[in-house]
């Protein structure tokens, strides 16, 4: 009888220490981990749709879609978000650009991305975004759009 009380005491005692020693592990990890600033914050614009004008009438239209990497400390001294600013830029530079729509995997979107950036960190007059990554890039025909 003292045996099975003993074994049992032995196995709370074990099973107790086990779930301190893990609790405790698991709330330092946690809390390392919660200390260490988080700077850089991720956010995703809404979707641009620019329309395309060729021979004066609208061919299609492109949908973008971006991801922006920006400092936090600085996010906060802004007014006003820089999605507006990269919605923007965006809409400007697709207008604008001559894009061949039969091979759209060409378009350098490495330039359009870091043109993107400059404009919009120019136009806030800080270096708060610190890149901006495509999230979607479709063209849609007129064609292929329902009526």
């Known amino acids: 009888m003292i045996r099975t009380f003993a074994s049992c005491a032995w196995m709370i ?5 086990s779930t301190y020693a893990g609790a405790t592990w698991r709330f330092g990890a946690h809390e390392t981990k919660a200390a260490a600033p988080e700077h850089l914050q991720r956010h995703k614009t809404e979707a641009v749709s620019v329309p395309i004008i060729a021979d004066g009438a609208v061919a299609g239209y492109v949908v973008a879609q971006f991801v922006y990497v920006v400092d936090g400390e600085a996010l906060k001294a802004l007014s006003t978000p820089p999605d507006a600013f990269i919605t923007d830029e965006a809409f400007r530079k697709l ?3 001559k894009i061949d729509f039969s091979r759209l995997e060409k378009y350098d979107l490495a330039a359009l991305t870091q043109t993107l950036r400059e ?3 120019h136009r806030l007059g800080a270096e ?3 890149d901006i990554l495509v999230e979607q890039f479709t063209y849609v025909p007129k064609a292929d759009m329902p009526h």
């Open 13 to 17: 005692v074990v099973a107790l220490a």
């Open 95 to 97: 207008y604008v650009d």
């Open 119 to 121: 404009k919009v960190n």
């Open 128 to 130: 708060v975004v610190r």
